[in-house]
């Protein structure tokens, strides 16, 4: 039995407006995987390439599982959504009923040959650990074709009847034997098996850590999982160049979104170096293409002052319209979310996940953080240490915030916004015992009003305008108001407010102070 992958650009099938990855196991090989039949797997990416991309890599996995089910395994074991071990015990005790007796295989590893009796193939990382720890002789898949090829060629010498056939058989196990010494490098973590580890050490929000996914995910699709160890500066090179060639919604991508991807990749290899899987970081020194384009055509638009007096009303109209009990608390959540999105220039999640307790009307001041809260909801998370901050209710949204909380007694400030666990989420904690953990935004709702209903309505479509063009508005707004820059900073959260902060003898002066200015703002 030999597998042979077919050609299919992609496995993507929509359901419920979801892309999913979805394949057809081969009847022949279902045993090894629990009698599965298909692999069916959420898809995280935006737009086509990156849902192309994504698909790949997971084919790209699956085509190495099911080529290596060739082993014949005795034991078939799942460790996780996207690799499989096999792990191999020929010792007699272990052997099915009449089933004869096996020899120990012939390995070699760090230029010594070892008799093996166990053993397990894996590019898992935490998979290899465990095998590790239960006394198998652990491979990748790429050592372990290498090592096939090296046992089969001793059994080709041992079987040769002239010295022309002896000659031939140990050129070819010295070939395999190289062969494994360069693959026993992949006994450390590759491309995709380290992103967990980097996971858990950035702790960056959900939307970061799905660009960053995404990002890794196709440059394997292109290059194939490499051994961290094998990535050089040709490959990131190569990579930057094929994500030149990519487009989004009809046009290429811009050199910004280029370099966001190059930025992962980089981030990436850096943690590598700082764990000692890497001796240097092969990115360094390598750029994307230079962006030409004047700064203002760089980010998103500012809304006119028109185009937010217009936001405002076609939303009230939409939101106020629609009937039923449910729906009315979601429009309660989605017009007071907008004004604070209008009049405190945060971003869209810091407002969406905002608790209760974040919010003080009495100091009309509401607190942007990452403190952990005692409801079961999603976690509140910031973009970096800076987005912490306070930022002054001004006088026209004071009395909607406290309008709102008066509506409802939860401890989140938009209820209605809370992320559900996806079943991936859920399959994934009952796997590891571990809380569930949700990457679901709670921007979400709102985010989806305006692309479905409101932005050809308030800007024709325009593709630059989106909810974080609100964050333009409002700091236009400021400069017009004659707000200086290191306050604006301040309450933007693009930096520390620390230090200017002891200019004023302590929080509640500087609160004052960033309320002097704030409170002159006309936004709409």
Known sequence: MSFAPRRRKN?????NDRAYYRRVIPVAYRHLFGGK???????????????????????????????FADVSPEEVERHAADAVAMKVDLRPQNAPPNAPLANPMLFARDGRVQEVTKFAITDDATARRQAEG???FVMGQREAAAQFEFDKQLGA???ATTPDQREIAELKGERAARHIEN????RADSVLSILPRWKAFRKQAPMTWQKHEQYVKEFAALHGDLSLADVNKSHVVKYVEHVATLAHKGEPLSPTSIQKRLDSIRALLAFAVSRGEIESNPSTGVKPPQDTRPKTS???????????????????????????????GRAGDLMTALQCLIWTGARPEEICQLRREDIDVTARAIRITNDESEDDARARKTKNAHSVRTVPIHPRLQATLEAHLRSHNSALAFPTFEPQARPKERA???????????AGRYMNPISREWTDHLRAKVTKGDPRKVLYSLRHSWAAESRRAGMPEHVRNALMGHADDNPHAGRYGGDAEWLDEKRKYLDVMTCV
Request: glycine content about 6%.
């Open 298 to 328: 760089r980010s998103w638009k500012s809304f006119t002052p028109d185009e937010v007096k217009k936001l405002v009303e076609e939303s009230t109209k939409l939101w106020t319209n629609r009937s039923g009990r449910a729906t009315a």
């Open 37 to 67: 039949t298909a692999w069916v797997i959420a898809l995280q990416g935006h737009g086509t390439a990156a849902l192309e991309a994504e698909a790949a890599a997971y084919a790209h996995q699956h085509n190495q599982q099911l080529s």
């Open 11 to 15: 496995y993507i099938i929509w359901k």
């Open 428 to 438: 994934e904690a009952e796997r590891t015992g571990k809380p569930v953990e949700m």
């Open 183 to 186: 693959a026993a490098k992949e």
């Open 157 to 159: 010498y041992e079987a």
């Open 134 to 136: 239960q006394g198998y």
